[in-house]
């Protein structure tokens, strides 16, 4: 069995899902393993992981709408405010979706379905680099 670690920076452009599955992909080829397991983990509390369709675009904006009326920014209903309204819906929305996810690696290649995408959730307005965690272990 080997094992390959990476981080990989996405820069987001504030609220919204950043799709990372070609970027991920790319780094899951250069390691060269036929099969295997590739853990994701984002490293912060006001973004999340996820994989969802990636061929309408209004997937993701029934996604966005979702989640405002799920945790909402209404700053009556919070008392942890430290960075602004949006600061505990983010930590919300994360608790909701997750920081982490597996892909199976089979022949090479992730194992995702046809319209599956891996996405960078970020829950903030305002646009941040982020980092995830890949790990993979296989041969």
């Known amino acids: 069995m080997r094992q390959a670690s990476t981080i990989l920076n996405v820069d987001t452009r504030g609220q919204g899902l950043t799709e990372i599955t070609r970027a991920v992909g790319a780094w ?3 390691q060269a393993m036929e099969e295997g ?3 994701l983990f984002c490293r912060h509390t006001s973004a999340s992981l996820i994989i969802q369709e990636n061929a309408a675009a209004e997937v993701k904006t029934d996604i966005l709408a979702y989640f405002a009326r799920i945790a909402p920014e209404d700053a009556r209903v919070y008392a942890h405010d430290d960075e602004g309204p ?3 819906p983010a930590h919300l929305r994360t608790i909701l979706t997750g920081v982490n996810l597996s892909v199976p690696l089979i022949g090479g290649r992730l194992a995702l379905g046809t319209w599956q995408g891996i ?3 970020e829950h903030r307005r305002a ?3 982020r980092s995830v965690a890949l790990h993979m272990i296989g041969e």
Request: glycine fraction near 0%; aromatic fraction near 14%.
């Open 28 to 30: 899951v080829r250069d």
């Open 127 to 129: 646009p941040h680099r």
């Open 119 to 121: 996405y960078l959730f």
């Open 86 to 88: 949006d600061d505990m």
């Open 37 to 39: 397991l590739l853990t």
